[in-house]
């Protein structure tokens, strides 16, 4: 006989660190898309009910909202580390931070051996 050993489980609450998925899109992305889908009603809406714009000619327009709400999900969020998208933003702003320019420091030269 095999002596009878005592399995302590842990709770661990690994389950608390994903943020989920919603439409394939990480974390809560999806309400940026419903937002553009949103504007880009609403500015329909007024482009061809309210200033009398044809249809072709109110589609491009409104089609701006959606597009930048698209471009900025998969270009800047969408499989990036959190953080991402500010830190590009604050870096095509203000330039790099405090820290050694790699482009303006001088190559270092070999001394020669003597051996």
């Not at 009603?41 to 089609?63: C, D, E, K, N």
Request: charged content about 15%; overall charge negative; hydrophobic content about 45%.
């Amino acid at each position: 006989m095999s002596p009878t050993h005592d399995i302590r489980f842990t709770e661990t609450n690994s389950a608390d660190d994903s943020a989920g998925s919603t439409w394939g899109l990480e974390g809560n992305l999806f309400w940026y898309l419903i937002g553009g889908g949103f504007a880009s009603v609403i500015a329909l809406l007024l482009l061809f009910s309210m200033w009398r714009w044809t249809l072709v000619s109110a589609l491009g327009p409104a089609a701006v909202p959606i597009s930048l709400a698209l471009l900025y999900v998969f270009a800047f969020r969408q499989g990036r580390p959190s953080g991402y998208d500010t830190d590009l933003f604050e870096l095509w702003l203000k330039g790099p931070g405090f820290g050694p320019a790699a482009v303006i420091q001088p190559k270092a030269e070999k001394e020669p051996s003597n051996v």
